[in-house]
């Protein structure tokens, strides 16, 4: 199921990557530094209300799919989901309320609400992602996520063009969503309909996705609170510059992450539901040598090209300072990564939760503190040491914690193959000299990616060129049959 899920989801996450990258070039240009930043804060406000109301619910639709569909009550299951979806809606007026009466800029207020606005349709359509996702329906769960990515852009584009300002990107991720609701929900809904809302079964829903919901709000205030924080200090224009950088390297290793994730997460409530801890761990292994060779070196690429990838995707104004922001945040991301995707399943597979809540609480503390006092003495600088530190911490708990919950196999042999990998490719790409822009971006990225491969190849890093071989002996003896 791995394995099918990782090509299935491949299309959608290139799609992600280049809509990703595009949203940069474009909205770093369509709007100003400030108009970026009030998009980044209402951005900010958009997750964190998502998380807080919305996504305790999604984490039960996803866990407990399987389960319910071995037996045989998956109606009973979506009627408990979306009936609860029902009566959590009711938290966005008052959320839009609060925002309207609050006294913020007027560009920031509209991006604000329009955050809280788009908030519906897109925990909607999350849910029937999340159900196609766990019942692995890829090509369903690929398509709406390729739908709302490339609608969310240009709508987004459009309404920037129009003079909409920062809530622009979140308009257009609005309406995106609505867009696509109507070729999931009659299904879904028919099915929801058809069960039996038991409030039991949301109470163990409730159980189980709550401390992930605060869990996740922990990894918000991680992920945010430098934002909120530069603008009370700074200004504006530097959460611009601030955002500018980390969307660069985040969101390029979080479609990597994401796409893992889509395949992996499903995979191991698969293999636990089915075969047990044995089989957990042997696709746990697997997924985590995949995970360790693909994410690390694209960390250390970032960082290696941040001058000339900030030069060509991001526009004058935001290009120098994301630049210096890129390196650190691409660190971060890989703590960060590693952390949810990987070390965060023994949490949620042993449906120990809470002990998912303790694991966050200790970074996300960290960062508030580290953030409060080197902001106001270093600016963006302190801001970017408080990231990656934080997300050791992280990093470090949850492995720690996830191990005493249910112990996930940390490839070593595989680890230091891909430090070793990355090294060789880091003093390739030092040597290519600095010419700027994309002649120098291609050079160094190419390089490094030849040198990378070559050395994975050479060494037979997880076996992967072993998987390669024995993967297309068989397609090729299918064929031949």
């Given amino acids: 199921m791995f394995w099918r899920g990782v090509l299935g989801y491949l299309p959608a996450n290139v799609i992600q990557g280049v809509v990703g990258l595009l949203t940069i070039v474009t909205f770093t240009r369509l709007l100003t530094p400030a108009q970026f930043g009030d998009y980044a804060l209402g ?47 009711a938290a966005l007026p008052l959320a839009a309320l609060v925002a309207w ?44 996520d390729m739908g709302q990515t490339l609608g969310g852009f240009a709508l987004g584009a459009g309404f920037a063009l129009a003079g909409f300002g920062g809530a622009s990107p ?22 929801a309909i058809s069960g039996r809302l038991g409030l039991a079964r949301v109470r163990e829903h409730a159980a189980y996705g709550l401390p992930v919901a605060l869990s996740l709000i922990l990894a918000l205030v991680l992920a945010t609170t430098d934002r909120f924080l530069l603008a009370r200090f700074l200004d504006e224009a530097s959460v611009g510059v601030y955002h500018a950088g980390y969307s660069l390297a985040n969101r390029t290793l979080d479609v990597v992450f994401i796409w893992l994730g889509a395949a992996g997460g499903p995979a191991l409530i698969m293999a636990l539901e089915r075969g047990g801890r044995d089989a957990l761990k042997a696709a746990a292994r697997e997924q985590a040598q995949v995970m360790v060779l693909l994410t690390l070196p694209a960390a250390v690429g970032l960082a290696l090209v941040a001058a000339p990838l900030a030069q060509l995707m991001i526009g004058p104004a935001l290009s120098a300072g994301a630049a210096h922001v890129t390196p650190w945040i691409a660190l971060s991301g890989l703590l960060g990564g590693l952390t949810t995707y990987y070390f965060h399943q023994a949490f949620t597979l042993s449906r120990r939760t809470g002990l998912l809540l303790v694991a966050m609480t200790a970074p996300a503390l960290a960062n508030l503190v580290l953030n409060l ?10 801001a970017l040491w408080a990231t990656p530190a934080s997300y050791a911490l992280g990093l470090a708990a949850s492995a720690l914690l996830g191990g005493r919950s249910l112990p996930l196999p940390i490839p070593w042999r595989t680890v230091a193959e891909a430090v070793g990998a990355s090294l060789a490719m880091a003093l390739a790409v030092a040597s290519v000299p600095a010419c700027g822009g994309l002649p120098e971006l291609i050079l160094k990225a190419g390089l490094g990616a030849l040198v990378y491969g070559a050395v994975i190849a050479l060494v037979d890093a997880g076996a992967l060129r072993s998987r390669a071989q024995a993967m297309l002996g068989a397609r090729l003896a299918r064929s031949a049959a």
């Fill in 43 to 89: 951005f900010s406000v958009m997750s964190l209300i998502h998380t807080a109301v919305f996504v305790w619910n999604e984490a039960a639709m996803a866990r407990f799919w399987a389960g319910s569909a071995e037996r045989r009550d998956s109606a009973d299951h979506s009627a408990a989901v979306y009936g609860a979806w029902l009566v959590l809606l």
């Fill in 373 to 382: 006092i080197l902001i106001p003495r270093f600016g963006l600088d302190g």
């Fill in 170 to 191: 979140l308009i257009g991720a609005g309406l995106a969503a609505l867009a696509c609701l109507p070729f999931v929900l009659p299904a879904d809904g028919r099915l």
């Fill in 101 to 144: 009466l609050w006294p913020l800029q007027p560009g920031l207020k509209v991006a604000v609400l329009a955050g809280i606005a788009a908030t519906a349709p897109r925990t909607l359509i999350k849910l029937a992602q999340e159900r196609r996702r766990a019942g692995g329906q890829v090509g369903p769960s690929a398509l709406i």
